[in-house]
């Protein structure tokens, strides 16, 4: 079972919709960070939110965190080709003196012209 | 400055073998984490280190181990290799003390096949 949980798995559209991926936990994160992995390639981070209720905008890209800390979305405006890729959350648990990140199973998304 | 590099990008080993990957952290970071991505799944944390020693590990085995160098750089070795064991090994390197969270950037990881 997945501490975090995403939803959709997979995402098919077409260029110009708008979308909402969702990642939510029964746990309570000190933080949440969004990332975005091309193929062969490592996670890179797109915005991290700490504060309950927290809305941060980057560009189309939209980033909220639950009230309680347990939960984020993230919704992009006019998708774009250029915005297919697997996207992550990822949790941090502070656990015995570390922060430990969580990831959650991605949404694999495709934008199609 | 430079990022987080890992070597090697790809590598073939055999059902037993053991393997080790490596990991140069970036500039001015003293912490390094591993994660192993399955096809299709998100990374999942195998063990961090810090000034050289072990201070946090998920739930791999113990024929998953690890090093930490002066210069923060960092090995995963990994013995009697299973299949399962197939995946991107990813390493993330981070500043400890920077807050309530340490901001982890990735290498490209490396992709180990298994047969």
């Known amino acids: 079972t997945q501490l975090l949980e995403q939803s959709p798995q997979f995402l098919s559209i077409q260029e110009g919709e708008n979308l909402t991926v969702y990642c939510n936990s029964s746990s309570v994160f000190s933080s949440l960070q969004w990332y975005r992995q091309e193929p062969g390639e490592g996670p890179v981070l797109l915005v991290t939110?700490?504060?309950?209720?927290e809305v941060k905008k980057l560009k189309r890209l939209t980033f909220q965190f639950g009230d309680a800390r347990k939960d984020s979305s993230l919704h992009i405006t006019a998708a774009q080709p250029g915005d297919t890729g697997l996207y992550l959350c990822a949790g941090f648990l502070e656990a015995g003196g570390y922060n430990k990140l969580i990831f959650g199973a991605g949404t694999r998304l495709a934008v199609h012209p | 400055e430079t990022g987080v590099t890992q070597s090697p990008t790809h590598l073939i080993k055999t059902r037993g073998q053991q393997v080790t990957l490596r990991c140069s952290s970036q500039?001015?970071?003293?912490?390094v984490s591993w994660y192993q991505q399955a096809l299709g799944q998100g990374p999942q944390f195998i063990f961090q280190?810090?000034?050289?020693?072990?201070?946090g590990r998920g739930n791999f085995p113990p024929r998953f181990s690890g090093l930490q160098f002066p210069n923060y750089s960092s090995e995963l070795n990994v013995n009697a290799l299973e299949l399962d064991d197939s995946a991107l090994y990813l390493c993330?390197?981070?500043?400890?003390?920077?807050?309530?969270?340490?901001?982890?950037?990735f290498g490209p990881g490396t992709r180990l096949t298994v047969l």
């Open positions: 993330a390197s981070s500043q400890a003390g920077g807050g309530s969270y340490n901001e982890q950037f």
């Open positions: 500039s001015g970071h003293n912490t």
């Open positions: 939110v700490v504060t309950g209720g």
């Open positions: 280190y810090y000034r050289e020693e072990e201070n």
